[in-house]
């Protein structure tokens, strides 16, 4: 079974940053491609970010682009999230999962497991 576990979550300013990470479980870790959603209160989960299995592909959502920064350490099974700038309205909790299948994954239904999320809250 593969387990995730985010962290890295807190308050921060607007125009502040934060770094999560999200450890996981098993010796498979750099076949599978990693992704990080959020959802913010009253609002569905929505895609930021995904890496490939080796980091030479990432894709980002175009509210977080050029802000965020994906990437992954396949000897230490942990997948990053950069976030600078942040706004208020990355206010959310964030979530790291994992997808087995060739290829990165733009919605919640291509992810096989999923970590119990940090939350990230930025002030005005």
């Known amino acids: 079974q593969v387990q995730l576990v985010e962290s890295g979550g807190g308050l921060v300013q607007a125009g502040g940053s934060l770094r999560l990470s999200c450890a996981v479980s098993g010796r498979t870790f750099s076949s599978y491609r990693m992704g990080w959603f959020r959802q913010a209160p009253g609002k569905e989960r929505e895609f930021v970010a995904a890496i490939g299995w080796s980091g030479g592909s990432t894709y980002y959502a175009d509210s977080v682009k050029g802000r965020f920064t994906i990437s992954r350490d396949n000897a230490k099974n942990t997948v990053y999230l950069l976030m600078n700038s942040l706004k208020p309205e990355d206010t959310a909790v964030y979530y790291c999962?994992?997808?087995?299948?060739?290829?990165?994954?733009?919605?919640?239904?291509?992810?096989?497991?999923w970590g119990q999320g940090t939350e990230v809250t930025v002030s005005s």
């Open positions: 999962a994992a997808r087995r299948l060739i290829g990165l994954g733009y919605s919640a239904g291509e992810y096989d497991y």
